[in-house]
C-alpha cells in the first residue's frame, strides 16, 4: 500500500494541466484550458481543465476529478496503478506501508495482466539484446532491416526464444501464475495441463498504451514455411482491446500534436522505420480494419489524417470503408500511395529523411482525387460502373456532416466526373431520406419493443404533506395554531389538505449539495457567529444574553449537525462527513484540498463539480440577486441559513410522517402521542422560521 507521504508528494508534483496535456489537446480559454472530451465524440470542445483548482471536468459526460481520477477514467486504472504511472514521470520514489493478508488478496485481476506483461516485455527485450539464440536471430534480423540500437529500445522490441515453455517457465519461477500468464495470452493452457509459450520463436512487438503500459503483443515468425502465420497477436484480454488500440500511440501523440496530423499504416515496421527516419507522427492499425475506437483515439490529437497505401490496387479498395468512418467522426482526410513494390517502411529505408518529408508532403491527395482516380480505372469507360462510381463518391460525401465542406466536396467531385451539381445533390438528398426512415422504423421498432415487453404502470410518487408554515401554504379548516387545536380537531386538520398540496419534497438533496458545497468549498474560512447563553442576572433570575464568537464554516456546521444528532441521507455524503468529523476531532480541518486527493473516486468527481460551479447558486440566493462574491463576504449567514434550511427540511419530513400515521392510528393513545410529537416539531419549526427571517443577506 502507497504510504500517505508519497501520496501528497504525487499530488503535490503532479498539474494537472500537464497530465492530461499528454492525451488532450488543450487550448487556453481564460483562467482554464479547453479541449475535445477524450471520452466520447464532440465537435464542440466541453472538456474544461482548471489549474489554479488543479481539476478536470468533462461537461458532456459529467465526469470530473483530479489527475489520478483522469487516469483511472481513461486508461481504467485502478487507484494504486494511476498514483504509480505519476509516481514515474515524476521520478518519485515509493514509500510503502505493508499491505495487510487481506490486502494482498484484494490484488486487481487488471494490475495483474499489466504486471505480468510488463514482465514479458523485460524478459523478450532482455533475451533480444543479452541471450546468445536472441542475438544469432533476433537481433540479426532487426540489424539486418537497419534499425539501430536506439529505435530498437524505443520500441523494446525482443524475441521469444523457439522453445515450447522457455517464457512460461521463466515468469513462473518468478512467481507469476499461470491463470494470469493464460488470461494475457502469452501462455496457451491446454485442457489436459498442457501448457506452451504462444509467442514460441518469434520477433516481438510490445503493444502499448497512450500511456506507455503493456497491453499485448505482435510476434512474428522468421521461418518460411506458409502454413505457419506470420504474425501472431496477443488475444482479446480484460486490458487489450484491439479495436481501442493503435501500435505506436505512446512513441507518437506528441509529435500527432506538434504536426496536427497522423500518418495511419498498417503494420509495426511502417511505424518503426518511419519513425527512425524522422516522421514520428505515424500509428499502425496492425493489420486489423479500422475502428472507431481507432479514429477517436487519434481524434484526441488532430483533427487529420493521412492514410499511407503501398499501392496494392485490392487493398486500396478494401480499405474505403475506412474512409468513410473516418469522415463519418468529422475528420479531415487524405490519402498517399507509394511507388509500386514500395510500403512505407522500405521507401522509409530507402530515402533520406528530407526526401522522405518532401515525397510525403508533395503527394498526399485529397480522398476524393483519390477515390475517383482508383474507381475510374475500374469503369474504362462502362456507363453503369460510373454510375455506380459516382453513388460510391456521394455516399462518401454523406458520411461529411459540415455544410460548407460538403458543398466543397461536391462540387469537386461535379468537375471530377463532368456531372451537374444538381444531380449529386439530389443523389445525396435521397441517400440521406432512404438512412432517415429507416432510423425512424428503427425508433418505431424499439418504441413498440419497450411498450409491449417492457411497460410497467407509472412509479408510484411517495408523498409527503407539507406542514403549515409562516407562508401558509396549507390550507388549514380552523384557521388557527395547530398547536392550540383541540384533540378531536386534528382528523379534520389532516384529512383537510388538497390533493394538490400533497406532493414530493424534491428539495432535501439540493439542500444536503448546498451544505456539502459550504462544507468542502469554504470549509476553513473563518466566520463569526452568535450564540444564545443563559446567565444568572444579580437578581439571581435567568436571562438569555447573545454571545459572538468566531468559528470556522466546517467547525459551525458539524456542531449544528451534531446537537441535533442530524447527518445526510446520501451515503455518500454521509461518509464525507464522518471523515470531516475524524479531522477535527485530531484538529484537521478536511475540505475540498483534502477530499480532492481522496481515494474514491466518487469523491473527487463531486468535489471537482463543486470547483467548477457545476452546482449553481439555491434558489433563494438567485432571488435575492446574491453573486459569489457576496456569499463569500457574508459568509456567516450563508452558513448559518443553510443549516436552518437542512434542520427545517428534516422537520417537515417527521411532520409528513406523522401527519400521514394521523390519518389512521391504531388507537387513541398512539393519537394522542402523535399529537403531541406533531405540536413540538411544529414548534421547532417556527423557531427555525422566525430565525430564517431574522438572517439578512
Given amino acids: 500500500m502507497i504510504s500517505r507521504e508519497t501520496i501528497d508528494r504525487i499530488f503535490d508534483a503532479a498539474r494537472v494541466e500537464d497530465v492530461i496535456g499528454d492525451f488532450v489537446v488543450l487550448k487556453r480559454a481564460g483562467q482554464n484550458l479547453k479541449g475535445l472530451s477524450p471520452f466520447v465524440t464532440e465537435k464542440t470542445p466541453s472538456f474544461v481543465v482548471s489549474p489554479v483548482k488543479q481539476i478536470w471536468k468533462d461537461f458532456s459526460t459529467g465526469k470530473g476529478g483530479n489527475a489520478v481520477g483522469f487516469l483511472m477514467e481513461l486508461e481504467s486504472y485502478t487507484y494504486p496503478e494511476a498514483l504509480r504511472f505519476l509516481a514515474r ?25 499489466f504486471l505480468v506483461s510488463e514482465y514479458a516485455s523485460n524478459y523478450f527485450h532482455d533475451t533480444l539484446l543479452n541471450s546468445q539464440r536472441g542475438k544469432a536471430i533476433g537481433l540479426a534480423y532487426f540489424k539486418e532491416r537497419g534499425f539501430r540500437q536506439e529505435t530498437i529500445e524505443k520500441f523494446k522490441l525482443g524475441y521469444s526464444p523457439d522453445e515450447w515453455t522457455a517464457f512460461t517457465d521463466s515468469a513462473i519461477s518468478k512467481g507469476y501464475s499461470i ?185 498526399s491527395t485529397d480522398f476524393i482525387k483519390f477515390k475517383v482516380g482508383i474507381l475510374l480505372e475500374d469503369a474504362q469507360g462502362d456507363p453503369i460502373k460510373r454510375a455506380g462510381l459516382i453513388r460510391d463518391i456521394v455516399h462518401s460525401i454523406v458520411k461529411i456532416t459540415d455544410p460548407i465542406k460538403r458543398e466543397v466536396y461536391v462540387q469537386e467531385t461535379s468537375g471530377l466526373l463532368n456531372i451537374q451539381e444538381d ?24 418504441s413498440n419493443q419497450y411498450s409491449n415487453k417492457n411497460s410497467t404502470p407509472p412509479s408510484s410518487v411517495q408523498s409527503t404533506v407539507q406542514p403549515p408554515n409562516q407562508g401558509g401554504n396549507m390550507h388549514v379548516v380552523h384557521n388557527q395554531d395547530p398547536n392550540e387545536m383541540p384533540l378531536e380537531a386534528y382528523g379534520d386538520y389532516v384529512e383537510s389538505v388538497p390533493a394538490e398540496q400533497v406532493k414530493t419534497n424534491n428539495t432535501k438533496n439540493e439542500q444536503e449539495i448546498e451544505l456539502m458545497t459550504l462544507m468542502l468549498r469554504y470549509g476553513d474560512v473563518k466566520i463569526e457567529v452568535s450564540d444564545e447563553i443563559e446567565e444568572t442576572n444579580e437578581k439571581g433570575d435567568i436571562e438569555l444574553k447573545t454571545e459572538i464568537f468566531e468559528t470556522t464554516v466546517l467547525q459551525e456546521i458539524v456542531e449544528r449537525l451534531q446537537e441535533d444528532e442530524v447527518t445526510f441521507k446520501n451515503d455518500m455524503f454521509a461518509d464525507v462527513l464522518n471523515e470531516v468529523i475524524e479531522g477535527l476531532n485530531v484538529g484537521e480541518i478536511r475540505n475540498a484540498s483534502y477530499f480532492n486527493k481522496h481515494q474514491n473516486q466518487q469523491i473527487v468527481s463531486f468535489v471537482a463539480d463543486i470547483l467548477s460551479d457545476k452546482y449553481e447558486l439555491s434558489k433563494n440566493w438567485k432571488k435575492k440577486n446574491i453573486h459569489v462574491v457576496d456569499r463569500e463576504l457574508k459568509l456567516s ?37 402523535l399529537i403531541i410529537k406533531f405540536q413540538k416539531l411544529y414548534a421547532l419549526q417556527r423557531m427555525i422560521n422566525e430565525k430564517l427571517n431574522g438572517i439578512t443577506l
Fill in 89 to 113: 514521470r515524476y521520478n518519485i520514489e515509493i514509500e510503502e506501508d505493508k499491505l495487510d493478508e487481506q490486502g494482498q488478496k484484494e490484488a486487481n485481476e487488471k494490475e495483474s495482466l
Fill in 637 to 673: 449567514q450563508a452558513t448559518q441559513q443553510t443549516i436552518l434550511n437542512f434542520k427545517k427540511n428534516k422537520i417537515s419530513e417527521l411532520i409528513n410522517e406523522i401527519a400521514n400515521a394521523l390519518k389512521s392510528p391504531k388507537d387513541n393513545a398512539e393519537r394522542v402521542e
Fill in 179 to 363: 491463470d494470469f500468464l493464460g488470461k494475457s495470452g502469452l501462455t496457451i493452457v491446454k485442457d489436459q495441463g498442457k501448457m506452451f509459450d504462444r509467442f514460441k520463436g518469434r520477433i516481438m512487438f510490445p503493444i502499448q498504451s497512450i500511456t506507455g503500459r503493456i497491453l499485448g503483443f505482435g510476434g512474428r515468425t522468421l521461418l518460411t514455411d506458409k502454413k505457419v502465420a506470420k504474425y501472431l497477436n496477443s488475444p482479446e484480454s480484460p486490458i487489450y482491446h484491439k479495436s481501442n488500440i493503435l501500435y505506436g500511440i505512446f512513441q507518437s501523440k506528441g509529435s500527432i500534436v506538434k504536426n496536427d496530423n497522423c500518418y495511419l499504416v498498417e503494420g509495426y515496421t511502417d511505424v518503426i522505420s518511419m519513425h527512425q527516419n524522422g516522421i514520428e507522427n505515424v500509428v499502425a492499425s496492425s493489420g486489423t480494419s479500422l475502428t472507431v475506437g481507432q479514429i477517436n483515439l487519434i481524434k484526441r490529437y488532430t483533427d487529420n489524417i493521412t492514410v499511407l497505401y503501398d499501392g496494392d490496387s485490392a487493398g486500396i479498395k478494401a480499405s474505403f470503408r475506412g474512409i468513410d468512418l473516418i469522415l463519418e467522426q468529422d475528420m479531415n482526410v487524405k490519402v498517399l500511395t507509394f511507388p509500386d513494390g514500395h510500403d512505407p517502411d522500405s521507401y522509409s529505408r530507402l530515402v533520406t529523411t528530407t526526401e522522405l518529408k518532401e515525397y510525403l508532403e508533395k503527394n
Fill in 423 to 446: 444531380i449529386l445533390l439530389n443523389e445525396i438528398a435521397q441517400i440521406e431520406a432512404k438512412e432517415n426512415r429507416k432510423l425512424s422504423q428503427q425508433r418505431s421498432h424499439n
